[in-house]
């Protein structure tokens, strides 16, 4: 059983930069990929980007590649979001999430989830 705790979230003017962190209790978090997704009002959360085990590998949403940036600290048992360039449209609640199994876009295949950091980037 793993639980986590996102935070780093709040409101930023456009085109400003935030750090997401996501720590992880319970389980041992190297065992784990770890995702980020995003949830606007009234839209389906959507993937943002994944991290492999050890962090050698990331995936990310296609929209986002070049200013979004996924890292993890095994030690610190903590997953970051780095994300600039921040847009109006980036305004959303940011989850992190854990998967058992592999490092994936799909949100069906991660199995814990934090209760997810409000992110609100102002025109």
């Known amino acids: 059983q793993v639980h986590l705790v996102e935070s780093g979230g709040g409101l930023v003017q456009a085109g400003g930069s935030l750090r997401l962190s996501c720590l992880a209790s319970?389980?041992?978090?190297?065992?784990?990929?770890m995702g980020w997704f995003r949830q606007a009002p009234g839209k389906e959360r959507e993937f943002v980007g994944a991290i492999s085990k050890s962090g050698g590998t990331t995936d990310y949403a296609d929209s986002l590649k070049g200013r979004f940036t996924v890292s993890r600290d095994n030690a610190k048992k903590t997953v970051y979001l780095q994300m600039n360039s921040l847009k109006p449209e980036d305004t959303a609640v940011y989850y992190c999430?854990?998967?058992?199994?592999?490092?994936?876009?799909?949100?069906?295949?991660?199995?814990?989830w934090g209760q997810g950091t409000q992110v609100t980037v102002s025109s």
């Open positions: 319970g389980g041992t978090f190297s065992s784990y990929c």
């Open positions: 999430a854990a998967s058992s199994w592999f490092m994936t876009s799909r949100r069906y295949d991660y199995n814990y």
